[in-house]
């Protein structure tokens, strides 16, 4: 089984080093493979189109596996700091 959707990870309003968001689903194991990127075109109500570009060469995000019916994704910014939302895609088999 694997899954695959969009989240969006909120920086909140002030400029922030790195953030936080869990997503829900079902049948992850901890051997599987977790995956998230932002996708070029990509709108949020704070940030446009060039923003999620930017992000996508700026912004590492990392999966971690934290239970059956979770995991999370830790957004980075490199050598800058996010603010608003951001909308990303994930995956994992």
Known sequence: MS???TATVD???TPAEEATVSIA???LLSTSEIEAWFQQGDTTADNGAD???QAAALCRLA???VS???????????A???IG???FHWAWV
């Open 3 to 5: 899954a695959q959707g």
């Open 11 to 13: 920086f909140g309003a």
């Open 25 to 27: 689903t079902s049948g």
């Open 51 to 53: 923003e999620h570009d």
């Open 63 to 65: 999966a971690a596996y």
């Open 68 to 78: 059956g019916t979770q995991f999370d994704v830790k957004a980075m910014p490199l």
């Open 80 to 82: 800058m700091t996010g």
């Open 85 to 87: 939302t951001f909308k």
